[in-house]
């Protein structure tokens, strides 16, 4: 399985101590659909530390846990907090929460 980086776009508080969370990924890989991702501007994906490659936010699949999950991945020499590489802007949060919501296409839950 590849690690590959994602967008929280949804969380939910179930108790005080368990909150569920829904990821969509964010890949390189160019969507069949344009509808169905959000493109990541450049300046975002450089403020976040990833790569100057374009990527999309696939908002037709999604993976949802209980936050930690056990696909987290820590970057290398770094704590806990490593997992959070930073927010996205509000408005593309919302398009890519929107659009995920509108489509709900795909939805694989993670347990450890």
């Not at 101590?17 to 990821?23: I, K, P, Q």
């Not at 890949?27 to 069949?32: E, M, Y």
């Not at 209980?66 to 930073?86: F, H, K, M, V």
Request: some cysteine.
């Amino acid at each position: 399985m590849k690690d590959r980086p994602c967008a929280i776009v949804l969380a939910v508080r179930r108790t005080e101590l368990a909150t569920t969370v829904y990821v969509l990924p964010i890949t390189h890989t160019p969507p069949a659909n344009p509808e169905e991702a959000v493109v990541l501007p450049i300046e975002t994906k450089r403020r976040l530390g990833l790569d100057s490659e374009p990527s999309w936010v696939m908002c037709n699949e999604a993976n949802v846990f209980e936050w930690p999950g056990p696909d987290l991945r820590l970057l290398p020499n770094q704590g806990p907090e490593s997992t959070a590489y930073g927010m996205l802007p509000p408005r593309l949060l919302r398009i890519a929460r929107d659009r995920f919501l509108a489509l709900r296409k795909g939805v694989v839950t993670r347990t450890e």
